[in-house]
């Protein structure tokens, strides 16, 4: 019986986790959770699951569910996330918050043992040297919830590294890998986040749609298996079913096939090295018809280009490119910047902002904060197109 302990659990991948939990309640149980500020939702969770300890993003919302569910702890902020995930008993820690919120709760997981099902890309991205670093000293076991890096880890299975020729990451394409690259600055916010495969929270589905989100994997699949950047590869798939492939040094690919279903990977997370079965509709392969690879364009998406960038200047680009880029998402959002100018301020912030070594979670949060403050002070003075 695994003990997990789920930080994020009012996001999509925190939906879908509790949602395997209650398929499989002989194998799963759930001691704590983390969420932000949607208290109506994590009160049912509680109600449903009986966790012993929660996290909520403030001391009043706090309050509010300690007076409605008195025989459980409920904490806040950046401390309460951490005590979730070192909550005694835990052996198991979903890592879902999007961001570099729960580093600090990421890093004390570690250091205790526990396993580590990572499904957010930014703590690899921001602190990758940081937490193989930890992992290096420590018992822990970390496992890729998303599905590409999930992919790419099953794709390995029984064989070494050194026979690896390349990973080949695999990307939808969004909803705009077929339009003019002309047009680009006339997108919208709605059609932004209308992704034509996934459905995942607003940052996520725009990182999708200017393929941010896949030099964050590039980045992240570089500490995940320890392979250099220029064996790390990206393709658009439309069909999102093939979700990475790993061709080997005698010419073989093998390829992780599934349906587009984030509670597949999370499953294999949770209960690696085992299989558990999963209900759903499985992967007719003569329905589809065909499975088809594109090359990315970099005039449409020069995002891609900048992970190998961001390996190559090392230090703390990682935490520069992913503040930036996560800064410029929510002006985009807000309608004060165009769809192309996310990726060129993430390029420019690269290239102005001093990098720095990062030794500690504190390093690493403060050239976030420091990042963040720039970047907005950037996109205030300047106009981006």
């Known amino acids: 019986m695994r003990q997990i302990a789920l930080l994020g659990s009012t996001g999509s991948i ?8 209650r398929r499989h309640r002989d194998r799963f149980t759930v001691r704590s959770l983390a969420a932000g500020d949607n208290v109506s939702q994590l009160s049912r969770q509680i109600e449903e699951f009986a966790p012993r300890i929660v996290s909520v993003r403030t001391r009043s919302a706090a309050d509010a569910l300690q007076a409605k569910f008195p ?15 070192s909550a005694e008993g835990t052996d198991t820690v979903v890592a879902a918050i ?3 919120a729960a580093l600090e709760a990421t890093v004390i997981a570690i250091r205790r043992g526990i396993r580590l099902c990572l499904a957010n890309k930014e703590t690899l991205v921001a602190a990758g040297d940081l937490i193989q670093k930890e992992l290096a000293r420590s018992q822990s076991e970390l496992l890729p919830i998303d599905s590409e890096q999930s992919a790419i880890f099953q794709s390995l299975a029984g064989n070494h590294r050194t026979e690896v020729r390349r990973l080949i990451l695999t990307a939808s394409g969004g909803p705009f890998w077929r339009r003019p690259v002309e047009e680009f600055s006339a997108i919208t916010v709605a059609e932004a986040l209308a992704h034509p495969t996934w459905s995942m929270g607003r940052k996520i589905t725009i990182d999708s749609a200017t393929l941010i989100n896949k030099a964050l994997e590039i980045i992240e699949a570089h500490y995940l298996f320890q392979m250099p950047a220029e064996r790390i590869e990206a393709v658009i798939h439309p069909q999102s079913v ?6 080997y040094t005698d010419g073989s690919v093998i390829a992780q096939l ?4 984030m509670k597949i990977p999370i ?7 085992e299989r558990l079965p999963m209900s759903g509709h499985p992967l ?3 329905r589809l018809g065909r499975l088809e690879f594109y090359p990315i364009d970099p005039k449409r998406f020069p995002a891609v280009s900048l992970a190998h960038e961001v390996l190559r200047r090392g230090k703390s680009s990682g935490a ?24 060129t301020i993430a390029a420019r912030m690269l290239e102005e902002i001093p990098l720095r070594t990062l030794e500690t979670v504190e390093d690493v949060t403060d050239a976030i904060t420091e990042t963040k403050a720039y970047t907005n002070e950037a996109i205030r003075r300047e106009v981006f197109s």
């Not at 599934?258 to 279903?261: G, K, V």
Request: aromatic fraction near 8%.
């Open 14 to 21: 925190g939906h879908s986790t509790l949602e395997v939990v």
């Open 71 to 85: 025989g459980i702890t409920v904490l806040s902020g950046a401390e309460g996330i951490a005590a979730v995930a």
């Open 98 to 100: 999007t961001g570099t």
């Open 242 to 247: 093939v979700h990475s492939m790993v061709e």
């Open 258 to 261: 599934s349906p587009p279903d």
């Open 267 to 273: 499953l294999y997370s949770l209960s690696y090295p």
């Open 284 to 286: 007719d392969l003569t």
């Open 320 to 343: 520069v490119f992913n503040a930036a880029a996560e800064v410029a998402v929510e002006h985009f959002i807000a309608g004060q910047i165009s769809f192309p100018a996310i990726t």
